[in-house]
């Protein structure tokens, strides 16, 4: 059991610190402090619940059972923590989403001071580490601290399950899809950890036993529950900046045969190594560095090489724009070759503009790089191009 406690709190605890990524941009955003402190609270409440972690807490404390109050504690201030960031997720008016907040406090605040004292009252010497739900069922304070921690726990699932189902009518995308997966997480943890728990300790009441409900089968169940709501908060804002690398990464790749034939005659400066770090920084600079490289050769375009190499697609049976994509790759080929070389410009240049530099964004260059890469590259080139880079 502690195994599957500690696996989940340590990818919760992975989701934060993913989160957190860059600190200082982080921190000044509400919406990430709540969702990093919410997912670190359900962390730190799969490890204390633990029992080789509560065995050392009572035996660090001396006081039998004291993990119980820290676990029902910290489970408290999760659920609070799940109804702040919802809060600042759904957004609106700041002063709504601070009263929301605040509310979320005053409710949950009281309550953990309340489990605390009622541990302080009860009579609960006898450790138990894995079953102190049920075994302390019918004793005094013990039994209302465990019931209470459950409805505190259960309001906030509740909570926020209505408003997961209402907010999820009215948005589409990946909002959505994270907002059915805390739902579901909302459900799972409703049926799976509460239910358990709460038939376990009614069944102690009426004087049967049904404790394998409470501790076999309700921790998997708050593990996976848990695990589904990270992904459903982190899911909406983690997936667009990883697609947003994978692309960078991608497009930084295609580049490449372009990069390679005109970096030569580039001068744009490259950027710190601080700055040199996310896929799409590294792409912007490719793309800055190559527009650079393409008006610097411009003086050489020759628009008959131009006019041949269209012609000649046009007849291979070529569509349109990919004949004049074609045609420009042999242009910038045959400039790249007479800079290369240290022939002069022309004395009249071309006033050609290629079709990459009229668009933005990196698909035009990667239209031309992939033309250019099915352009032979002439001996001359290389020897031009090591010339140019020494001489």
Known sequence: MSLVVYLAGAVLALSAAVLLRRPRT????????????????????????APVTL??????????????????GMLTAYSCSLLILLAHWR???????????????AAYGPLIVAIVALFALADADTERLTDLDTYYA????????????????????VTMSVVCLKWAQEVTGLLRTGLRLILASALLDLAGFQLTKYT????????????????????????LGALTCSAGFV?????????????????????APLWARVRFVSV?????????????????????AIHDALLALAPYFDDRVRARALAAALDEGRRPHEARVAAEAAMLD????????????????????LHATEVSGAAGLVELARALERTPVPDTLGEGTVKAFHG
């Open 268 to 288: 744009a400066p490259k950027p710190s190594a601080s700055w040199w770090r996310l896929p799409e920084e590294r792409l912007h600079w490719r793309e800055v």
């Open 334 to 353: 045959a400039a790249a070759r007479r800079a290369a070389v240290g022939e002069p410009p022309f004395e009249t240049p071309s006033a050609y503009r």
């Open 200 to 223: 376990a300790i009614a069944a102690r009441w009426a004087g049967h036993d049904l404790d394998f409900l409470s501790t076999t089968v309700a921790p998997p169940m708050a593990s």
């Open 138 to 157: 019918n004793t005094p304070y013990m039994r209302e601290m465990i019931v209470l921690y459950l409805l505190g726990h259960s309001a906030a699932m």
């Open 55 to 72: 065995a050392a807490v009572n035996e660090l404390t001396g006081v039998p059972n004291f993990g119980a109050p820290l676990t029902y």
């Open 26 to 49: 982080a921190l000044r955003n509400p919406l990430t402090v709540s969702t990093c402190v919410a997912i670190s609270l359900g962390a730190l409440v799969f490890c204390c619940s």
């Open 91 to 105: 957004g609106g008016p700041r002063e709504r989403v601070r009263k929301l907040v605040w509310r979320s406090i």
């Open 235 to 255: 899911l909406p804002r983690l997936l667009p900046a990883a697609v947003a690398h994978w692309r960078g990464l991608r497009d930084h790749r295609r580049l």
